[in-house]
């Protein structure tokens, strides 16, 4: 936990440095990188949801034979 701390000190002594603009892009990107990760969470529970009842029609005898293809 220290290293993470010390990690975002680093962080911010960077952001320090920068120009306004510059911080706005990061911040920008901070932000892609959140919905990007929401996103992709949100797409996981859908198939995690969906599994269930995919798995009635997947996994069946009629079918079985294209499992070995």
Known sequence: ?????????????KLETLPPERINEVEDFIDFIKQ???ARQLTQAAM???????????????DAVYDAL
């Open 36 to 38: 990007r990760d929401q």
């Open 48 to 62: 995690r949801t969906a599994e269930p009842s995919l798995k009635k029609v997947w996994d069946n005898l009629d």
């Open 1 to 13: 936990m220290a290293t993470e701390r010390n990690h975002i000190h680093k962080l911010i002594d």
